[in-house]
């Protein structure tokens, strides 16, 4: 390893390990406010990729302080043993559904089945994401992070919005990631199908940074609806889809990543207290921060409209 590589892995590390670990999380706890115990009693949330990690974390803590919860993942198995962990009342407030989201036929197979039934839901969680090392195609041609990570939840949402799916005063909390930080704002980032230019941190970092932007963008086009869009991360955290994707960083800071639950504190605090919207940031650890860290983010390539256009293109060709 050269010098400058070596020199900017000790800077990030230094940069970001005590704010994004449990280090960051059992320091600024200190200061926050005391909240009674979560109740979400008599609301309906939607959760994606509740199978596992963060989103186990979130249909757990929600059906604990009894919301009635729909977890979705793409593996009924994963999802049965989730709700085996919680007890016999926690679990009778849990139904699960497996769509395969990286699809946009079966993400729209999920839609129908939930307007159908009349779902009407209080909290929707667009948790499910992955980062992938090699390049995998959908069976439908996309890049497998750009239609998990976003083009699913731009229609899951959008298609709940235009149908009724949401009650008055509903929440969409949208799971991004400090890795958005990387990418600016860019249609030509997403959906790279390209082997030869793939990189799959890059395409990651461009749909998490996609996901920053569709939240203001719904808070615009969708806010007088009374439906307030909120985007988080959770820092580093323990979950499975770390210790697969990136096995050296787990073995490094394994000890101090943030639990499941730290990680999905924010996500969990923005639905009990709704703060009032902002435009431009992205919620940690109970504050709004900035949505730039690096000079080369700031000038978009495209407008949140172009990049609604783009999806909408993008599902209307399928
Ligand atoms: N953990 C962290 O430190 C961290 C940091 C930044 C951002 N995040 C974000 O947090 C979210 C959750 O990540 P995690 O760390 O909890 O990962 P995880 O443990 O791998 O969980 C990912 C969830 O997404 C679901 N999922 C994956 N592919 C799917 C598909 N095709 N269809 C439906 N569901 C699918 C998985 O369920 P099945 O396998 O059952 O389908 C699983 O429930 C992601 O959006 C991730 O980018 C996590």
Not at 170 to 178: D, I, P
Not at 181 to 187: K, V
Not at 228 to 254: C, D, M, N
Not at 276 to 296: A, C, G, I, L, N
Request: aromatic residues 10%; proline residues 3%.
């Amino acid at each position: 390893m050269d010098t400058r590589t070596l020199l900017k892995i000790i800077n990030f590390y230094a940069r970001f390990t005590p704010n994004y670990t449990k280090i960051g999380y059992i320091a600024r706890s200190l200061g926050w406010r005391r909240m009674p115990p979560l109740d979400f009693s008599g609301q309906r949330w939607l959760v994606t990729g509740a199978s596992s990690g963060l989103g186990k974390a979130m249909m757990h803590a929600a059906a604990n302080a009894n919301a009635e919860v729909v977890g979705v993942s793409s593996n009924q198995g994963k999802l049965d043993a989730a709700v085996a962990e919680l007890n016999e009342a926690a679990a009778a407030r849990v139904t699960t559904i497996a769509a395969d989201l990286s699809l946009q036929s079966s993400t729209q197979v999920l839609l129908d089945r939930l307007l159908a039934r009349g779902e009407r839901f209080d909290v929707l969680q667009n948790n499910a994401g992955m980062l992938l090392n090699e390049m995998s195609l959908t069976s439908e041609g996309r890049e497998s992070t750009f239609a998990i990570n976003v083009l699913s939840h731009y229609l899951l949402t959008s298609g709940l919005v235009e149908n009724g799916g949401f009650n008055q005063d509903a929440v969409v909390v949208n799971m991004t990631s400090g890795g958005m930080y990387n990418a600016p704002l860019g249609i030509k980032g997403l959906n790279n199908t390209d082997e030869s230019t793939y990189n799959g941190k890059a395409s990651y970092a461009y749909s998490k940074r996609a996901q920053v932007a569709l939240t203001d963008y719904w808070n615009e086009r969708y806010g007088d609806r009374g439906i307030r869009f909120y985007v988080t991360h959770p820092g580093w955290s323990r979950t499975p889809g770390v210790q697969e994707a990136l096995p050296i960083f787990w073995k490094i800071q394994y000890l101090i990543l943030r639990t499941p639950r730290q990680g999905v504190d924010t996500a969990l605090w923005l639905c009990a207290t709704r703060p009032t919207v902002e435009e431009d940031v992205v919620w940690f650890d109970r504050k709004s921060r900035v949505t730039h860290m690096y000079d080369y983010t700031k000038k978009p390539q495209c407008t949140l409209q172009e990049l609604a256009d783009y999806f909408e293109t993008e599902l209307a060709g399928s």
